[in-house]
């Protein structure tokens, strides 16, 4: 039976965990990637998840393993790390995308280095790099609700500011708004999503959680509001179906989300260029 | 929280004071001097690169000059909000997922301040504004379904919406079929009432002497600046155009027609 098919799962505490976690993470990224994609910052926020590795890897190596100080470690070095790549980006000796290239390979490069020198390291290098949203603790679940809801709560409360910063720089400065600081007050929210989406989808799929939703929205709506609310709505469902076809198909849950959040964007693509013609 | 200056009426709108600016070493503006009165509107022309967009991005207090000292009505260009910038049609995402009126909305930014959201007031200012500039019932489309002229309007409504006092508008003709530039031209016209102060980068030398009371020729410095008949002579032009311009006797009198058209070298290095 169908609904067998659904409750059965669920009737593990991991599972139960996992679900929720995914589908908040999800929400989260897809609101903030909506920034991320309508200001083409894909690039930036795949450099910045890759770049927290070696933040990862030391925190990792101090605390013996321990999973649930590790998101600390992610948003200290994800908010750094994001400041840093937003000022680098400021200079004007190497192209911007070079200049995130070279540091962001590098630190990911030191990351691998450091988590290498445990024997066990393998196991523990694919949950950072592909997540394990099935190992969330209720601690890590708590940390996810309330660090997920700042995120949220601040893209609500500026979010006439974002908006006119992300439409028409020039405008938002002959306006006097802070432009310097809400520029940096995204780089870091996103910092902070990075860190919030680290045990669901790992380092190197997490661009795919902050671009893909939100890019499926973008091609159904001409709206903003709409485009976030669709965006959360994709990234949700993806969490869900992601994990049941992680669970009944033994695949990896965080490949499995994106995938699902994938097929959703294609989809939309295809149906959107029979609807237009 | 957002900065507001009052105005002291007797200082003139706009008083640029020799200054200069300059790009990876290269002079972009040369000594500018000038000053505008309430009210006025000014074409500035030059050919590309002559530093339109640089001039309209140190008024506005977008960009520091290296030396010299821009003053609006008294004080510097960063404690005003009062000063739009209307920026050229190619330099705009016109995919971003927002509606005409949610464009408009975005002047009433500085005015709403920090954690406010639109009240009805300031939905008046809007639709108020989008009267105006006779877009009304525009107000709900995406903004890429606009014609150009449409798109024009949105922004001199948005200007409108930030109770703007100086317009800089980079290159609104560009682009658009003569009836609508006629059209915005003539919305120019209606704005004069309203006491903003307009100034206008352009390519066109007819229009510029048609609708504007005074013409500032630019080509890095100000080779010219005064009515329409005492700029706009050969030996002006020549000198603002060298040899990148014809002089075509017109109906009119004097044409000057540029070789090329649209100003996007000056704009890779201003962000």
Redesign the interface.
Known sequence: MFINWLVEPLQYEFMQRGMIAAVLVGIVCAVVGTYVVLRGMAFFGDALAHTILPGIAIGYLITGGARDTLFWWALGTAVIAALGIGAISKQAEIKEDTAIGIIFAGMFALGIALISTVRSYAVDLSHFLFGDVLGVSAQSLWLIVIFGAIVLLIIGAFYKEFLTLSFDPILAATLRLPVNLLNNLLLGLIAVTVAVSLQTVGVALMVAMLVTPAATAYLLTNRLPMMMSLSAFFAALSGVIGLYLSYYLSIASGAAIVLTATTFFVIAFLWKRIKVG | M??HSNHQQDKPILDVRDVSVRYNGRDALESINFHLHVGERIAVVGPNGAGKSTLF?VV???LQPNSGEVTISGSKP????C???I?QRSQ??WR????VA??V???R??K?G??N??KKQDWNFVNHALETVQISNLSKR?I?QLSGGQQQRMFIA?ALA?EAELMLMDEPLTGLDTPAQEGLLDLLDTLREQKVTVMVATHDLEQAAKHFDRIMLLNKKIVAFGDPESVLHSENLLSAYGGRFRTVEGKDGLLAVDDSCCDEGEHDHV?
């Open positions: 957002y900065p991005k506005s207090g977008v960063t404690v005003h909000s000063i739009a910038y920026p705009v995402d971003f997922p927002v509606s949610d464009v909305m975005m002047g930014s500085a709403l920090p954690l959201w639109p995406q890429s948005r930030q962000h």
